[in-house]
């Protein structure tokens, strides 16, 4: 991750190899913002901003020569789009332009990022963004010309010697650090990261954080406690399910908070058999396993006086001589059974296992999160992640989510789809009965797991793997999302 620091310099004296500053549209073309640069060149780039292609667009970074009086070799234009009725750009607008400069600047040594910030908050979005767009994956590259992630940024701000903004950029280093964990485990290739992998890749993740617990159960543990989801959905591969615990227990704790992520390592849908065109991306179905993981961590490293455990459904659905079967009747953790309908409706039948586990070590609230539908694109597109469950949770993952600047949507749970889970030989099966409201189907599915406590399903399917191009602070691959929401909503609990 960059190095972060702020200075309260001019920025047109700082020696950097590239001075980030920001370009708004406005009705008569496009405005430099930025504080001391030298007048000229501000009329320059104003006046030639048509014919350089500028627009002052959101995403939009340009670089242009920084000529006389900017000690930086060169000057970006990142946009932040048009100014809000009251003159200022909101948080998310700061944080995607901060970041789609770092990104787009990977390779650069040295950046000073000049972008407008009114107070505390508005830097801490800046900084926060800066962060997350300077991120690389070069796990697999073996090119000496891959180009590594930003060196080191400065930003520039009158806050320089605040306590608040020190504050929020100790905060943003803990949160970048939490969503490029998360990124680098959804990049990580299926045949490394298999479930003991991740289960191990956790151990290694908890050394040295402080109050943090782990353990593991192994496939043979899995089937002696009655975990019929994991085992039925990993018997398939050669490589056991795991379950793991993370446990967070501050000394004065004032709520337990649960999160359960859905760890399918590699879905090739078992023997209800996924399009080969659809495969190469199901090493991102334990995206959410692993934004819990680092939302926990993230949690730990802040000291926020919540007890928060997350539990890592781990496993393969792989179409292997023992996989389980269409018809056949598994038995969830806690007794309620399960007929098979479609093997590729996995994810539910893991997270039923972890729900169960959650709700019996007592919480006051259970989030789960998971690449769960393939209705979650239908419905909300690649962008926006969907949320349901008890009104006022679902709701308070809403809040946080806006707080944290990730989209997410809230979805209703209409009654009427809970009579698909019907079955004629078991408790309920495990996939719709119509293609219609699946990821609504799939959230009822869920509630048969979580009893009374209050919950929210969060569905992050299309969101946590960009196939796409990058844009502003997300890179192509594994996004991270979830981390920012889940650790704005426990900020929240801890009454941050």
Known sequence: MADLTLTGKNPSSLKVDALV?????????VAVVADQLPEALVRQIETLAPRLGVTGAPDEVRRVPAGDGVAADVVVL?????????????????????????????????????????DEDELGAVVEGALLGAYTYTRYRSGKDQKSAV?????????????????????????????????????????ELYPAAFADAARAAVKGVKGVKVTVLDDKQLAAGGYGGLVGVGQGSSRGPRLVKLVYTPAKATEKVAIVGKGITFDTGGISLKPPASMPTMKSDMAGAAAVLHTVLAAARLGLPVAVTGYLCLAENMPGGNAQRPADVITIRGGKTVEVTNTDAEGRLVMADGLVAAVEDGHDVVLDIATLTGAQMVALGNRTSGVMGTDAVRDEVKAAADDAGEAFWPMPMPAELKAGLKSNVADM???????????????????????????????????????????????????????????????GRAGA
Not at 21 to 28: K, N, Q, R
């Open 21 to 29: 500053v920001g370009t708004c549209s406005t009705s008569d073309g």
């Open 78 to 118: 990142a946009g932040l789009g048009e100014r809000a009725a009251d003159g200022t750009f909101s948080h998310e607008v700061l944080r995607s332009a901060a970041g789609a400069a770092t990104r787009e600047l990977a390779g650069t040594d040295t950046v000073a990022v000049a972008l407008p910030a009114v």
């Open 151 to 191: 060196g080191s940024v400065q930003v520039v701000t009158s806050f320089a010697r605040s306590g608040r903004a020190k504050a929020a950029v100790a905060r943003a280093e803990v949160l970048a650090a939490a969503v490029h964990g998360t990124r680098d485990l959804v990049n990580d290739a299926p045949n």
């Open 429 to 491: 099966v495990n996939s719709a009965p119509s293609r219609w409201g699946g990821m609504l189907f799939a959230a009822h599915f869920l509630a048969e797991f979580v009893g009374d406590t209050p919950w929210a399903h969060l569905d992050i399917a299309g969101p946590s793997y960009n196939e796409g191009s990058s844009f502003g602070y997300t890179p192509a691959g594994g996004t991270g999302v979830g981390v920012r929401t889940m650790l704005a909503f426990l900020e």
